[in-house]
C-alpha cells in the first residue's frame, strides 16, 4: 500500500503511467517515477510517522476519501459538529448567573475562551492541521511522547468519554422530566426518566451506524434549531426598555459561588481538540480545522453572550437564575409558543449534541484496536466507515454510567479532561522543539516562552477546577483519579502479553499496526 497523503490521495498508489514498449524506456520511466516519488517523500519526510502508521494505512484507516468516495463531513458540517461538541447552546449557562451575578457571569463568560478555549483552539488547530489522522490527540501524543505516553492519552481519554457522554443523555432527561407536565399535565416518573435517557442513546447509536454524512447533516439542522428560539428571545430583549435596572443581585457567596460559576463557564466551553479523532472523514482537514475551529470560537461567543445579556435585561435579578431558566425567559417574552419552543429545542439540543459527539468517541478505541492495544474486532469498519463493535460497546458502558447522574458525573469529567489535555499541550511543544520544520498550513505565531504561557494559562485554569470540584465531591474525585491509575496498570499489561505474542510469532515483528 502506498503513502497516504493528508488530503486524501495516495503516493505511490502503483500507477506508473503508460507500459513502456522498449527496455530502454521502461528503464528510464521507472527512474523517473522513482525521483518523482523520492522527491515527494523527501517534502513530506517532516510528518510522516517513524513508527509506520501513515506507511501502512493504519493512521488512516478511514482516509479523507472512504471507499473511494467524497469525504462525508464538509466545512459546514464540522462547525456544526464543533458547536455540538463544545456548546449545544447557552442552555445550562443559567447556573452560573444564579452563582456571582449578571455582571461577573458576563466577565467570566468573555474572559475565559481567552484563557482557556483560545490555547485549546489553537492547539488542536495546529496539531490537526499537521497530523489528521485517525484517533487524533491519542496519537498525536504517540508521536511526540511515545508509546507509553499515547496509550495513556488514549486510555484516560476513552475513559473520560465514559463519565462525560453521560451527561448529555441525563441533561436531556432531566430537561424532559422538567417539560413534560407543561407539556401533559402529569408528571413523568423516575423511571420513565431514565428509560428515555437510555432510549436516547441508543436511538443516537443507530443514527450514527448509518454513517458520518448522515450525522453531519443532522448536526447542522439541530444546530439551527436549537438556536432559531433564541433570536426570538434577543429581539424582544433588544426591543424593549430594561427591566427593574435597578433590581439587587444575589450576593457572591465565596469560594463555593465562584467555583461553581467557573466550572460551569469552562465546561461549557470544553471539547475543541475532541473533534480532531475522526479528521480523516473531514474534507481537506489541514485547511478545514484551522478555519473552523477559530471562527466557531468567535461564534461559540457571541452565542453565549448575546442571550445571557439579553436575558438580564428581561429579568437582571440573578437568584431566579437556575437551571432552565431562558425557557422562563422566552415564557416572558413571546407567551407560551416561545417557551414550548424552547422546551422542546433544548430536550433536542442536548440529544444531538451526544449524537454528534459518538462522532470524536469512536475512533478512540478503534485506533486503540489497530495499534494492538485492544481487541481487533474494535478496529473494523462497516461499508459507511463505521466501526460497529466500537460504537455498541461505547453505548453500553454510557448507557451504565447514565444512571449516577449529572452533577456526579461532571466532577469526574473536569479532572479526566485536564489530564489528557495536559498531554496534548506538551506533545505540541515538544513537537515544536524536536521537529521545528515539521511541515503545517498552520502554525500558532508563538515560539519560545510565550508559547508555554498559551499552554500554561488553561492547565492553571483546569487546576483550580479541579480542586473546587473536589471539594464539592471527594467520591466521585476518587474514581476518575482511580481511572487515571489503570492507564499504566494496563499499558504494562498489554506489554507483557504483546511480549509473549511476539516470542510465538517467529521473527518477533512489531505487533503495533499489526506488522
Given at each position: 500500500m502506498g503513502t497516504a497523503d493528508?488530503?486524501?490521495?495516495?503516493?505511490?498508489?502503483?500507477s506508473v503511467g503508460p507500459v513502456i514498449s522498449t527496455a530502454r524506456a521502461h528503464s528510464q520511466g521507472i527512474r523517473i517515477c522513482f525521483a518523482a516519488v523520492a522527491r515527494r517523500a523527501a517534502h513530506r519526510r517532516e510528518w510522516v510517522w517513524h513508527s509506520g502508521a501513515m506507511a501502512t494505512g493504519t493512521g488512516l484507516a478511514r482516509e479523507a476519501r472512504v471507499g473511494g468516495r467524497?469525504?462525508?463531513?464538509?466545512?459546514v458540517g464540522l462547525a456544526a459538529l464543533i458547536f455540538l461538541t463544545v456548546s449545544g447552546g447557552p442552555y445550562g449557562l443559567e447556573?452560573?448567573?444564579?452563582?456571582?451575578?449578571?455582571?461577573?457571569?458576563?466577565?467570566l463568560l468573555l474572559v475565559v475562551p481567552v484563557l482557556w478555549s483560545l490555547p485549546v483552539a489553537l492547539m488542536a488547530g495546529e496539531m490537526a492541521a499537521t497530523l489528521p489522522v485517525l484517533g487524533g490527540y491519542y496519537r498525536w501524543v504517540r508521536e511526540a511522547m511515545g508509546e507509553?505516553?499515547?496509550?495513556?492519552?488514549?486510555?484516560?481519554?476513552?475513559?473520560?468519554?465514559?463519565?462525560?457522554?453521560?451527561?448529555?443523555?441525563?441533561?436531556a432527561g432531566a430537561i424532559l422530566q422538567q417539560t413534560w407536565p407543561v407539556l401533559t399535565g402529569h408528571a413523568l416518573g423516575n423511571g420513565a426518566v431514565v428509560a428515555a435517557v437510555?432510549?436516547?442513546?441508543?436511538?443516537?447509536?443507530?443514527?450514527?451506524?448509518?454513517?458520518?454524512?448522515?450525522?453531519?447533516?443532522?448536526?447542522?439542522?439541530?444546530?439551527?434549531?436549537?438556536?432559531?428560539?433564541?433570536?426570538?428571545?434577543?429581539?424582544?430583549?433588544?426591543?424593549?426598555?430594561?427591566?427593574?435596572?435597578?433590581?439587587?443581585?444575589?450576593p457572591i457567596s465565596g469560594l463555593a459561588a465562584w467555583g461553581l460559576a467557573l466550572t460551569t463557564v469552562m465546561w461549557n466551553y470544553a471539547g475543541w481538540d475532541n473533534v480532531a479523532t475522526f479528521a480523516p472523514s473531514v474534507e481537506r482537514p489541514r485547511q478545514t480545522y484551522p478555519r473552523a475551529l477559530l471562527l466557531s470560537l468567535v461564534g461559540i461567543v457571541v452565542i453565549y453572550v448575546v442571550p445571557v445579556a439579553a436575558g438580564l435585561r428581561i429579568d437582571p435579578v440573578s437568584a431566579h437564575w437556575v437551571d432552565g431558566y431562558f425557557i422562563t425567559l422566552g415564557e416572558r417574552a413571546w407567551g407560551a409558543p416561545l417557551a414550548l419552543a424552547m422546551?422542546?429545542?433544548?430536550?433536542?439540543?442536548?440529544?444531538?449534541?451526544y449524537t454528534g459527539q459518538l462522532l470524536y468517541v469512536m475512533p478512540l478505541p478503534e485506533a486503540l484496536a489497530q495499534d494492538g492495544y485492544l481487541p481487533?474486532?474494535?478496529?473494523?469498519?462497516?461499508a459507511r466507515g463505521v466501526a460497529n463493535a466500537s460504537?455498541?460497546?461505547?453505548?453500553?458502558?454510557?448507557?451504565?454510567?447514565?444512571?449516577?447522574?449529572?452533577?456526579?458525573?461532571?466532577?469526574?469529567?473536569?479532572?479526566?479532561?485536564?489530564?489528557?489535555?495536559?498531554?496534548?499541550?506538551?506533545?505540541?511543544?515538544?513537537?515544536?522543539?524536536r521537529r521545528p520544520r515539521l511541515e503545517s498550513p498552520f502554525r500558532i505565531p508563538l515560539e519560545g516562552g510565550w508559547l508555554v504561557a498559551l499552554c500554561a494559562a488553561p492547565m492553571l485554569l483546569a487546576a483550580v477546577m479541579v480542586v473546587l470540584a473536589a471539594a464539592e465531591d471527594w467520591r466521585f474525585t476518587a474514581l476518575a483519579l482511580g481511572m487515571l491509575a489503570t492507564g499504566p496498570v494496563v499499558y504494562r499489561w498489554l506489554a507483557r502479553v504483546r511480549a509473549a505474542g511476539e516470542r510465538v510469532n517467529s521473527g518477533g515483528g512489531k505487533l503495533v499496526n499489526g506488522e
Open positions: 493528508y488530503d486524501g490521495g495516495h503516493i505511490g498508489d502503483g467524497r469525504a462525508p463531513i464538509r466545512a447556573p452560573a448567573v444564579g452563582a456571582v451575578g449578571g455582571f461577573w457571569a458576563l466577565a507509553f505516553w499515547g496509550f495513556q492519552e488514549g486510555w484516560w481519554s476513552w475513559l473520560f468519554t465514559w463519565v462525560d457522554m453521560p451527561l448529555y443523555p441525563a441533561l437510555v432510549g436516547f442513546m441508543w436511538l443516537a447509536a443507530g443514527l450514527n451506524w448509518l454513517g458520518a454524512r448522515l450525522v453531519a447533516g443532522y448536526a447542522v439542522v439541530c444546530s439551527v434549531a436549537v438556536l432559531a428560539p433564541f433570536f426570538f428571545l434577543v429581539a424582544r430583549a433588544g426591543g424593549q426598555p430594561a427591566a427593574a435596572a435597578g433590581a439587587p443581585a444575589a422546551s422542546l429545542t433544548a430536550v433536542a439540543g442536548a440529544w444531538a449534541q481487533r474486532a474494535l478496529g473494523r469498519v462497516n460504537l455498541w460497546l461505547c453505548t453500553a458502558i454510557y448507557s451504565v454510567f447514565a444512571l449516577a447522574g449529572f452533577e456526579r458525573l461532571l466532577v469526574a469529567d473536569v479532572l479526566l479532561y485536564s489530564a489528557g489535555l495536559g498531554l496534548e499541550f506538551l506533545a505540541l511543544l515538544r513537537l515544536r522543539r
